[in-house]
């Protein structure tokens, strides 16, 4: 009896996932998706930084544009971990918080290390007040959340974040791939710097996350 009501259960949760996506699509280029759009931009830049800091090298500047634009600038480290970093790291985030709720007591601590990760990488690396202040507010609202992790429309909250978040990465490849007014953006310096051209990369790193998705949905929801 357990069992049927427990797969009947993920089974709504999955539906329901399902909807969020589809109108998560649907409302793409709206405010409705706008916050999570800026989120995952925050963690790739922070993903960066990171690599930046534990290659040995130094963080100038980071901050995060509006218009979803973002920059990590650094001195020294490896070169080739930096630049894969951005999609690698923001794909990892995204994932841990998709894969939070499957074990509630240890999700919790892995989703609040996540945001204070975030947070002093941002505090760190950025001189802007706003910005801080603006990740602040996010690293609160994601504490928060991961406290009450046990009710099920903030577990569906959670999922959809990191669900989302792992597709917006495979939209993020796809524009560095087809944006030809961006003249230097992640795959293009890996190109640069290995002489394989950046639209192997680009393919790589969308079919690897979009296996690592599908993994982590079967982890979620599948029969055990």
């Known amino acids: 009896m357990d069992k049927t009501k427990n797969r009947k259960d993920k089974i709504v949760e ?21 916050p999570i759009k800026l989120s995952v931009v925050l963690m ?9 800091l534990l290659t040995g090298g130094r963080i100038l500047a980071m901050n995060i544009g509006m218009d979803l634009s973002g920059s990590c600038q650094s001195e020294g480290g490896n070169t080739i971990a930096i630049a894969s970093s951005g999609y690698l790291g923001s794909l990892i985030f995204g994932i ?9 007591k240890i999700g919790k601590w892995i989703i ?4 204070i990760i975030i947070f002093l990488v941002s505090a760190i690396a950025s001189k802007e007040i706003p910005f801080i ?16 992790m046990s009710i099920p429309i903030i577990t569906i909250l959670i999922r959809s ?10 939209f993020d490849i796809k524009e560095d791939l087809l944006e030809k007014h961006i003249v230097i953006n992640d795959v293009s310096l890996l190109g640069s710097l290995t002489g394989i051209p950046g639209i192997v990369y680009g393919i790589v790193w969308m079919v690897l996350s979009l296996l690592i998705i ?9 029969n055990k």
Not at 46 to 52: F, R
Not at 133 to 148: E, P
Not at 161 to 170: A, E, K, M, R, T
């Open 14 to 34: 999955l539906s329901l996932l399902t909807i969020i996506l589809i109108i998560s699509f649907i409302l793409w280029d709206t405010y409705f998706v706008y």
């Open 44 to 52: 790739h830049e922070v993903s960066h930084a990171l690599a930046t």
């Open 96 to 104: 841990l918080f998709f894969l939070s709720p499957n074990r509630i």
């Open 112 to 115: 609040i290390s996540l945001t």
């Open 133 to 148: 202040l603006m990740v602040g507010f996010f690293s609160l609202l994601v504490i928060l959340a991961a406290n009450y």
């Open 161 to 170: 974040f990191g669900l989302i978040s792992c597709v917006y990465v495979l």
């Open 214 to 222: 599908i993994l982590a949905v079967k982890l979620s929801y599948g």
